[in-house]
């Protein structure tokens, strides 16, 4: 025993021995992940991540999902001619003024593998040409199925195989707090992600859109991001990037997002009618104010009052009159002149739908058959 004692206390001397020379003669040996850089500087690396493994956190794996689907669009738009630009004198004087093209840039997402991209309708409005550029760098000429001014978006086509197609996420589920992603190309620089939460949800009365009902995000959206994705930690698309809220033109992190319910709802009727139906009762809508109530003599503090109806319209069919207090539309409540008119929006025109009304101090149940919503015109904008 004493002689197994002996062996293992000088083995363990020349152990230690052995350490602290090569400690001193040689400490890289010993230091984990120890190098020498061609300078002779002892650097430590870290050891290289074991294949596919994602840090704690990381929402890379959302980025590579969602970002193939994000495309560049560039837009010209030929410039208007004077029409003294011929004469030779006017050239003379003022040399050629006005033929440079204007062009835009913006982002859009690729929803189908049959080639329709969803995007801004800002973004493509007067363009005479479209080019859409993939992540892969393909490019391609695109064309404009149709555009739904009243909600900002426009659906594009394009003709390539082969193509990387976003999941679409479901946008009624978000709740504030949520993270989410924003995808595109802001100022042309390439494709960038930036990253947030969900600061506020049902957004309107903006003055952006006839219809309202914005994700609000602090997530960084700049200009070239209109029409780019904003996404989910699991890279399924929640909304259409749409616009900012900028002193300076760029991002203070207040960014607004179309849902992508409302537009799958423009794609679906672009795509199988030509355009967006809407239903219209023909009213003149405002928010009930104490002032409005007193007026008309109404005591309802909920709801949004009429203040015209046209005549011979949907809704002076129906028996609305001035002065009613619309309270729900189809058994949904209404609580301001955005929500009508969504609400109403929605209604398929041609079909009968309950409205709760109120009248003085009488609730009234009518039913009302909406009519088409007249298209919107829009002066061109840029």
């Known amino acids: 025993m004493k002689r197994i004692w002996l062996l293992f206390s000088q083995t363990v001397t020349v152990l230690v021995a052995a350490y602290f020379v090569v400690a ?21 690396e870290a050891p290289p991540a074991a294949s596919g493994y994602v840090p704690p956190g990381s929402l890379s794996g959302a980025a590579r999902k969602a970002s193939p689907a994000v495309v560049s669009i560039n837009t010209s738009t030929a410039p208007a001619r004077d029409p003294r630009s011929n004469d030779p004198w006017f050239r003379f004087f003022f040399g050629d003024m006005g033929n440079e093209p204007q062009t835009g840039l913006g982002s859009g997402v690729i929803v189908s593998p049959d080639g329709y991209i969803l995007t801004n309708n800002h973004v493509v409005e007067g363009a ?13 000429r695109a064309r404009v199925v149709g555009t739904d001014p009243e909600t900002d978006l426009a659906i594009l086509k394009v003709e390539l195989d082969k193509l990387p197609v976003i999941v679409l996420g479901n946008s009624d589920e978000l ?7 924003a995808i595109g190309n802001p100022f042309g620089v390439g494709q960038t992600v930036t990253s947030g939460i969900v600061s506020a949800l049902g957004r309107s009365q903006l003055g952006i859109n006839t219809f309202e009902n914005f994700i609000q995000t602090d997530a960084a959206i700049n200009p070239g991001n209109s029409g780019g994705a904003l996404v ?26 179309i849902p992508v319910s409302t537009a799958r709802m423009v794609l679906d009727g672009i795509v199988r009618e030509g355009k967006v139906t809407r ?3 023909g009213v ?19 709801g949004v009052i009429i203040t015209g109806v046209l005549q011979d319209g949907p809704a002076a069919v129906g028996g609305i009159r001035p002065g009613d207090v619309i309270v729900q539309v189809a058994g949904k409540p209404v609580t301001n002149v955005a929500g009508l008119l969504s609400s109403v929006a ?12 109120q009248r003085g101090n009488r609730m009234l149940d009518l039913e009302l058959t909406p009519g088409v919503r007249p298209q919107a015109r829009r002066t061109r904008q840029r």
């Open 284 to 302: 003149e809508p405002n928010e009930l104010s104490p002032e409005l109530a007193e007026t008309f003599g109404v005591k309802a503090t909920e």
């Open 346 to 357: 929605a209604l398929r025109p041609g079909e009968a739908a309950p409205f709760q009304v």
């Open 175 to 181: 709740a504030v707090g949520d993270i989410v992603l």
């Open 24 to 44: 001193t003669l040689q400490p890289d040996w010993i230091r984990k992940g120890a190098i020498r850089s061609s300078a002779g500087i002892a650097l430590i």
């Open 279 to 281: 239903g219209w009762i």
């Open 128 to 140: 005479d040409e479209i080019d859409v550029t993939l992540s892969d760098s393909r490019r391609a």
């Open 232 to 257: 989910d930690v699991n890279g399924n698309l929640l909304g259409i990037n749409t616009a900012i809220y900028s002193r300076s033109g760029g991002s203070l992190g207040i960014g607004f997002a």
